[in-house]
């Protein structure tokens, strides 16, 4: 069966849909760093084993819980491949067109809606970005104070996101994104840059 555009509509799985539905469950209860891959398949009622054969991490059943439009796996050598310049720019601009796409802003606010609060979502939207992401990034570039930074970043971006989509602070969430971009990247850039020391560092 096709829909009108001639696009597949995806086959119906039980399987698959009680481990999505699992998983939005825990993430929105527990937050992504307190989630664990074989606590979703308990709730779903799978053995792991079984799991496994359609989603290899958490990592991966997050991003299908909410439906991320890019796999950040996929993403990560499009972002380094130009090298060190623009970096900043690069990495804002695919958190913000990554969370601010329209099936992820509503996937996120129906956990809120499930019962998690804003702060919750925020926070696993953070701790998945520092894991799958911003970490993967910052051990390729060499950065020291590696982990303040990571931690910087991830909570920067996502503070950003999550004020401009979920929580529609304005004038940021009206802002363009070009604007956003040209206000947030510089300090990214900076945390990025193995050459500009922490402030406050004694190195």
Do not use: C, H, W
Not at 2 to 26: F, H, K, V, Y
Not at 66 to 94: C, K, M, Q
Not at 95 to 114: K, N, P, S
């Amino acid at each position: 069966m096709s829909d009108s555009d001639g696009t597949a509509e995806p086959t119906p799985d039980p399987i698959r849909d009680a481990a999505l539905a699992a998983a939005r469950s825990a993430f929105a209860a527990r937050g992504y760093a307190r989630t664990t891959y074989k606590g979703i398949a308990a709730a779903a009622g799978i053995a792991p084993a079984v799991l496994r054969k359609y989603y290899d991490s958490k990592g991966d059943l997050f991003a299908a819980a909410v439906r991320l439009p890019t796999d950040p796996a996929s993403a990560i050598p499009t972002l380094l491949a130009p090298g060190l310049d623009g970096l900043g720019e690069r990495l804002v601009r695919f958190t913000l067109d990554t969370l601010g796409d329209q099936e992820v802003r509503e996937d996120l606010m129906a956990m809120i809606r499930a019962g998690a609060s804003a702060a919750q979502v925020t926070k696993s939207l953070q701790s998945y970005l520092e894991v799958n992401v911003v970490d993967r990034i910052v051990s390729a570039v060499g950065v020291p104070d590696a982990r303040m930074r990571v931690a910087l970043i991830s909570s920067y971006l996502v503070g950003i996101a999550a004020g401009r989509y979920l929580m529609r602070i304005e004038p940021l969430a009206s802002a363009p994104e070009d604007q956003v971009v040209r206000m947030v990247a510089p300090t990214i850039q900076a945390l990025l840059d193995p050459r500009v020391p922490l402030p406050g560092s004694t190195s």
